[in-house]
């Protein structure tokens, strides 16, 4: 008997992973800078701005419009990541690329203790994280500072099977020059980072309009 069997991959969550630590002349002078800026701004440390973030230095949402350099050379690349992720199919249906990006981006400068809650983007497209200094781990706390992304769907748990994808949780080793995109509605958090140096990462936020409109 002859049998035809189409599996469509039905509501696919896409998460972008890209290693930019080639970038350490970038890397260095984003760290330089930022923590320049944390300097001038010791109001938004200590939790001083809270908003998934608990604890740590929050700079403004305006770091695209600073006209830095190397801020403007990660906005490039992140621009380009999105690109190519809009021309992946994430379910039987075709995507497309003829999109004109919106982005605005933040920096966050994590010592220990300091952690984000269970949060998601909303009114956008695409949200990320750039690891510009990853800080130290520690051995004998794995979860320190870890990214994790759990399941978006509300049943998905509630019949767990080993290895299959239900209600699993998907956790991130943040690293210098590794860049996370995922949905802006995927919920997340970061575990409390328990590591000696500071971590400095950039955030941000896209939201897609189709191009002509």
């Known amino acids: ?8 991959k039905l509501f696919s969550t896409p998460l972008m992973k890209i ?14 800078f930022l923590l320049a800026k944390e300097s001038s701004e010791t109001q938004r440390r200590t939790g001083g701005v809270q908003k998934s973030n608990v ?24 621009s380009k990541a999105v690109g190519e992720l809009m021309k992946v199919p994430l379910s039987s249906g075709a ?7 919106q982005m605005y981006a933040w920096a966050n400068v994590n010592r220990r203790g300091a952690y984000n809650v269970v949060h998601t983007h909303p009114n956008h497209h695409w ?15 794995p979860l320190s500072g870890l990214l994790e992304f759990s399941d978006p769907r509300p049943g998905a748990g509630l019949i767990p099977v080993k290895d299959f994808g239900f209600g699993d949780r998907i956790r991130i080793q943040p690293r210098d020059g ?27 936020n896209i939201k897609l309009e189709k191009a002509g409109t």
């Not at 604890?55 to 992140?78: F, H, I, M, Y």
């Not at 690891?131 to 051995?139: E, I, K, L, P, S």
Request: glycine content about 6%; charged content about 25%; proline content about 4%.
């Open 1 to 8: 008997m002859e049998r035809k069997i189409t599996v469509d």
């Open 19 to 32: 290693d930019l630590s080639g970038k350490s002349l970038m890397n260095e002078s984003l760290c330089e």
């Open 55 to 78: 604890a740590g230095w929050r700079s403004k949402d305006d770091l695209l419009q600073l006209n830095n350099p190397q801020v403007n050379l990660l906005a490039t690349e992140v």
């Open 95 to 101: 995507t497309s690329s003829r999109y004109l990006f």
């Open 127 to 141: 949200a990320g994280v750039y690891y510009v200094r990853a800080g130290t781990n520690d051995v004998d706390k």
């Open 178 to 204: 590794l860049l996370v995109i995922f949905p802006g509605w995927l919920p997340h958090f970061v575990h409390p980072y328990d590591g000696d140096d500071e971590r400095i990462s950039i955030a941000f």
